[in-house]
């Protein structure tokens, strides 16, 4: 048994400001005041060092993070991110990739899955295949134009399985429906995202069916087609914004340059801390940054200097979402890991502090500095 004591444990509804954590194999044994709980003589003392304690970080959209892929190389992807306290993250592929690569992709994501570092990997999120190709990074690459057809896509989702947790689709694609009932079919508990696209609110709503609960980086890679002169049309963020049991994902890099500080209270005044989910998109790119942001250093660029993801981690995105907007430390937390959890089905085992939850936790000071991260009771890095 481990004592974690000397906290500020944070959560899901305030702050115990003189906390106790006791840790029983790998798990929340009990949480509480100091004076409330008697803790036992021959169990391990973590002093916290009157660091905030909170869930790990869980990250549902990275694709990967230092200098390493989650495609290439997923432990070394999720040995990056596990140092910054996201103790679950969903390895993220990609539509430019064909069927071989994502198979290929796939297999060295599970062989990852559950050793080392890559017990943080908590599952897979499609970015795509089938969302909109006029938006997005790099979209010469796009493998996946054309027609859906199920000898693409039923091999692509049989080997995924459960593995996977989100499918991120763009609504208004022709011949979507077919594919998202077949996915549904192979895994029923997975989550739809309306991602890449310009749908509006009666195409994503025609599609809730099939799951959809989540946007893709809200206001990032989205359009609206247009009605007429004057008039603006309603998009996927609106969309979003309509549905009180969506989730928006929020890039919140430290200049706000994927989503500017007005846009992002914006959606947390109309979604509030419930349904608003921080991300990284987390990339790893060498291409040049267009001239006027080449002193940002938590962005990514293709090759054509258009945003690319991040270079973020979730520590970095719970300091930034308080630095542009009024939230405070227990809702960066909430937006940081009780809500990704929540929303793709893992919350009965991690995302808040709660007796019976793995001990997934982090130690961070007032401004989101990580100084101690614990995965499963056992302290990493």
Not at 110 to 135: D, H, L, Q, S
Not at 163 to 187: H, S
Not at 309 to 328: F, P, V, W
Request: charged share 25%.
């Amino acid at each position: 048994m481990i004592c974690i004591k000397n906290a500020k444990v944070v959560l899901e509804h305030g702050i115990l400001f003189d906390g106790v954590i006791l840790i029983d194999n790998g798990r929340i044994a009990e949480v509480g005041d100091a004076r409330d709980i008697p803790v036992p003589h021959d169990c391990e003392t973590v002093d916290a060092g009157g660091c905030y304690v909170g869930p790990g970080f869980v990250d549902i959209h990275c694709h990967g993070g230092g200098d390493s892929m989650f495609h290439t190389d997923p432990t070394g992807a999720a040995a990056h991110f596990l140092a910054h306290g996201e103790t679950t993250v969903l390895a993220t592929l990609y539509y430019d990739f064909d069927l071989p690569d994502l198979i290929d992709s796939i297999g060295r994501i599970e062989a990852a899955m559950g050793v080392g570092a890559g017990r943080a990997i908590g599952g897979i999120y499609m970015e795509g295949p089938y969302m909109n190709p006029k938006y997005g990074a790099s979209p010469e690459k796009n493998k996946w134009r054309g027609e859906i057809a199920a000898e693409r896509y039923a091999p692509l989702a049989d080997r995924l399985g459960d593995l996977v947790k989100v499918w991120a689709v763009a609504p208004e694609r022709e011949g979507l429906e077919p594919f998202m009932a077949y996915a549904k079919k192979t895994n029923p508990e997975v989550v739809f995202a309306v991602g890449h696209s310009e749908a509006s609110p009666k195409q994503v709503a025609r599609l809730k069916k099939y799951g959809i609960r989540l946007q893709t980086h809200s206001m990032n890679a989205t359009g609206r087609v247009p009605l007429w002169l004057g008039t603006r049309a309603c998009g996927p963020d609106e969309a979003c914004m309509l549905d009180p049991e969506m989730y928006a994902e929020l890039i919140s890099d430290s200049l706000a340059v994927h989503v500017n500080p007005e846009l992002q209270r914006l959606v947390l005044k109309n979604k509030g801390v419930d349904r608003v989910i921080l991300i990284s998109d987390s990339f790893v790119s060498h291409e040049a940054p267009p001239p006027d942001l080449a002193h940002v250093t938590d962005l990514s660029f293709d090759a054509q200097s258009n945003l690319s993801g991040s270079r973020l981690t979730m520590d970095m995105a719970c300091r930034n979402i308080m630095r542009h907007t009024t939230c405070g430390i227990c809702e960066a937390f909430l937006l940081g890991a009780r809500n990704p959890a929540r929303a793709v089905g893992m919350d009965d085992e991690i995302g808040t502090i709660e007796a019976g939850k793995r001990a997934n936790l982090v130690f961070v000071d007032d401004i989101f500095n990580v100084k101690k991260v614990m995965l499963d009771g056992e302290i990493v890095g």
